[in-house]
């Protein structure tokens, strides 16, 4: 079936919240709001709406299960991280990077599921943003490094849901 790439959408509009609720606490937040506003733009425009339809096999219920199971999961675990974090680390700036964790982590499951790779491209980054800005987080509980954390992931995700129609196989390389 062809259809244009909703999945875009999802990830551009992910992207830009992460980008306009987090970059208040880094430099030059009107410059990185309007940047992401202008690539979320860019994407609806290029990539969805003059953009090139794309193959879609329609989900299995076992894909299905997987996504809601993926869903599920990140929506209990970042509230309870939440709490630790904040409860128990005393480190209430690092609850940034622990959702940022989080729902890169929940993208992994749905490489497989799906059989399209690119969701573990983009879990991996979120998780390695999250890593990398977990360090400085932690360390001073800086709320400038969890919100760089915040607007690297939103870029991240406004990146793949860019390149995303792209570099997902077509259904008839894959086995059914």
């Given at each position: 079936?062809?259809?244009?790439?909703?999945?875009?959408?999802?990830?551009?509009?992910?992207?830009?919240?992460?980008v306009i609720v987090n970059a208040?606490?880094?430099?030059?937040?009107?410059?990185?709001?309007?940047?992401?506003?202008?690539?979320?733009?860019?994407?609806?425009?290029?990539?969805?709406?003059?953009?090139?339809?794309?193959?879609?096999?329609?989900?299995?219920?076992?894909?299905?299960?997987?996504?809601?199971?993926?869903?599920?999961?990140?929506?209990?675990?970042?509230?309870?991280?939440?709490?630790?974090?904040?409860?128990?680390?005393?480190?209430?700036?690092?609850?940034?990077?622990?959702?940022?964790?989080?729902?890169?982590?929940?993208?992994?499951?749905?490489?497989?599921?799906?059989?399209?790779?690119?969701?573990?491209?983009?879990?991996?980054?979120?998780?390695?943003?999250?890593?990398?800005?977990?360090?400085?987080?932690?360390?001073?509980?800086?709320?400038?490094?969890?919100?760089?954390?915040?607007?690297?992931?939103?870029?991240?995700?406004?990146?793949?849901?860019?390149?995303?129609?792209?570099?997902?196989?077509?259904?008839?390389?894959?086995?059914?």
């Amino acid at each position: 079936m062809r259809t244009k790439p909703i999945g875009s959408v999802i990830g551009a509009v992910a992207g830009l919240l992460f980008v306009i609720v987090n970059a208040g606490t880094v430099p030059a937040a009107v410059f990185w709001r309007i940047t992401a506003a202008g690539v979320f733009a860019a994407i609806v425009w290029f990539v969805v709406l003059r953009g090139p339809e794309v193959d879609r096999v329609p989900p299995s219920r076992s894909a299905l299960r997987t996504y809601g199971i993926s869903v599920a999961t990140m929506l209990v675990a970042i509230p309870l991280g939440a709490a630790v974090i904040s409860n128990v680390l005393d480190r209430p700036n690092a609850v940034l990077v622990w959702v940022v964790f989080v729902v890169g982590a929940h993208f992994l499951p749905f490489a497989q599921a799906f059989q399209l790779p690119i969701f573990r491209w983009l879990s991996l980054s979120m998780i390695a943003i999250s890593l990398l800005g977990a360090v400085p987080t932690l360390a001073s509980d800086s709320a400038t490094a969890a919100g760089w954390t915040g607007v690297a992931a939103g870029f991240i995700l406004l990146f793949f849901s860019a390149a995303g129609p792209r570099l997902t196989r077509r259904p008839s390389t894959q086995q059914s």
